[in-house]
């Protein structure tokens, strides 16, 4: 089945500095990503939708100068948040829907960021 | 902003027992799918009912639908350890294009 590879699972920074995270569908074509954060204990939110070869739609509340979205190809996605701070931590996951645009959506393994 | 809200919050039962999520949203869909997700994983496609369905089974996994209450509940017979997950209902919503998850069930299944 579709596969979504999602990276680092894990990473540290430092407040103020940046950390790129990776979302890759690994044997299909995916037109169309979504990126969802996640508090403990709590739902996903919708943060944006990313589209190949345009620019991603943020959802409201959602800064994008701060959560830059970059959707390069039909494969990679990726989601870079920039001058990190503490209360950016949290759990990040990528989703994917293919180009036959059926009703399932495959999900990345998740990134769990720890701002410092 | 939510579109399911999802109870009970929180289900501990034994193994070998059936659980059951329930699942409510507002406004009209297409199609009502549950997730499951592993504590600090990614979520896992379990079950897509559509609209004109009212029940759906996969293995283990009872799914029914009743559009006219906006409503939607996820039965587990036979309940694992291995079951031990949060469960989440989302529908397609933004003209169908992106998924809008309810609040969640966590599920924990004693030995």
């Known amino acids: 089945g579709a596969v979504v590879s999602q990276h680092p699972s894990r990473v540290i920074c430092k407040s103020g500095t940046s950390v790129k995270i990776e979302c890759r569908s690994l044997d299909f074509q995916a037109t169309t990503m979504f990126w969802y954060r996640q508090f403990p204990k709590q739902s996903l939110m919708l943060m944006a939708t990313?589209?190949?070869?345009?620019?991603?739609?943020?959802e409201q509340g959602v800064e994008k100068d701060k959560f830059l979205i970059n959707h390069a190809s039909l494969t990679l996605s990726t989601l870079t948040v920039t001058s990190a701070h503490p209360e950016d931590s949290s759990f990040y996951i990528c989703s994917a829907r293919g180009m036959e645009g059926s009703g399932g959506y495959t999900f990345g393994s998740g990134t769990r960021l720890t701002v410092v | 902003s939510q579109q399911g809200e999802e109870d009970p919050q929180a289900l501990s039962i034994q193994e070998g027992e059936n659980a059951t999520m329930n699942c409510s949203y507002k406004t009209s869909i297409n199609n009502l799918q549950w997730y499951r997700q592993n504590s600090g994983r990614g979520l896992v496609h379990l079950i897509l009912i559509r609209s004109n369905e009212r029940e759906k089974h996969s293995g283990r996994l009872r799914v029914t639908l009743d559009t006219s209450k906006k409503s939607s509940s996820l039965l587990i017979t036979a309940s694992r350890a291995a079951d031990t997950a949060s469960y989440f209902c989302?529908?397609?919503?933004?003209?169908?294009?992106?998924?809008?998850f309810g609040t969640g069930t966590q599920l924990k299944v004693e030995l």
């Open positions: 989302a529908t397609p919503t933004g003209g169908g294009n992106k998924l809008t």
């Open positions: 990313s589209n190949e070869g345009s620019k991603a739609t943020y």
